[in-house]
């Protein structure tokens, strides 16, 4: 049964270095064809996708927040690692990981969720 | 690449069909998912690749299109699909989500 849980602080003040990290349980990620999402919604709002990284260090970021965001993976701990720089009201949401699959025909899907954690900037 | 659900939100009645349409601003091929999101829980996973339907999930949601135009197909709905549906792209990063559409309970 694959699991995952996201931490990091629930209150950040602007400018500040948020890190998260997302614990999982029930794969590899040394697995070929699979990687780590992160996906953030701010209150009442969509979801975005915000960054990847997968079974070979390969990683991809948003565009709008690549000069922001680090993604980083310890497989020896089952642990991967977000980080975001200069933080913002803003950037107020709940963040999610969730374990991806990749194939050539398919493409990518998040099949498994955290139940994410919340994360308020404020001063 | 942008992606545009239609309609924002619906409102339906327990055991109606209803279609949730998602438009991508360039072909995606069958680059194409629907999850499916409850209040205070994080997204499923309903359907991949445009129409594959994920393990456990009911067969009576399907998912059709390709290149630009997709659908997600609700038969029969039921309490616990009133729900926010949101599509997402994965051809091509970042893999952008549509706005979501909000379905009702009429």
């Known amino acids: 049964q694959i699991t995952l849980e996201e931490s990091g602080p629930t209150l950040v003040k602007p400018t500040q270095t948020l890190t998260l990290t997302c614990t999982f349980s029930g794969f590899s990620l040394n697995t070929r064809g699979l990687a780590l999402a992160w996906v953030r919604q701010p209150p009442r709002k969509a979801l975005e996708w915000l960054a990847l990284i997968y079974w070979n260090d390969d990683k991809r970021y948003t565009p709008s927040l690549k000069s922001r965001l680090s993604i980083t993976k310890d497989t020896s701990k089952n642990q991967v690692v977000l980080t975001m720089t200069n933080m913002d009201p803003v950037d107020t949401a709940k963040y999610f990981c969730?374990?991806?699959?990749?194939?050539?025909?398919?493409?990518?899907?998040?099949?498994?969720w955290g139940q994410g954690t919340t994360v308020t900037v404020s001063s | 690449i942008q992606m545009t659900q239609s309609p924002s939100s619906l409102s339906a009645s327990a055991g109606d069909r209803v279609t949730i349409t998602c438009r991508a601003s360039q072909n995606i091929n069958r680059f194409l998912n629907w999850y499916q999101q409850r209040p205070g829980e994080p997204p499923k996973l309903l359907i991949f690749?445009?129409?594959t339907l994920q393990r456990g999930v009911p067969s009576r949601f399907s998912g059709s299109g390709s290149g630009t135009d997709f659908s997600l197909t609700i038969n029969s709905l039921q309490p616990e699909d009133f729900a926010t549906y949101y599509c997402?792209?994965?051809?091509?990063?970042?893999?952008?989500f549509g706005q979501g559409t909000k379905l009702e309970i009429k």
């Open positions: 997402q792209q994965s051809y091509s990063f970042p893999c952008n």
């Open positions: 969730a374990h991806t699959q990749f194939d050539m025909s398919t493409g990518h899907f998040m099949d498994v």
């Open positions: 690749a445009a129409s």
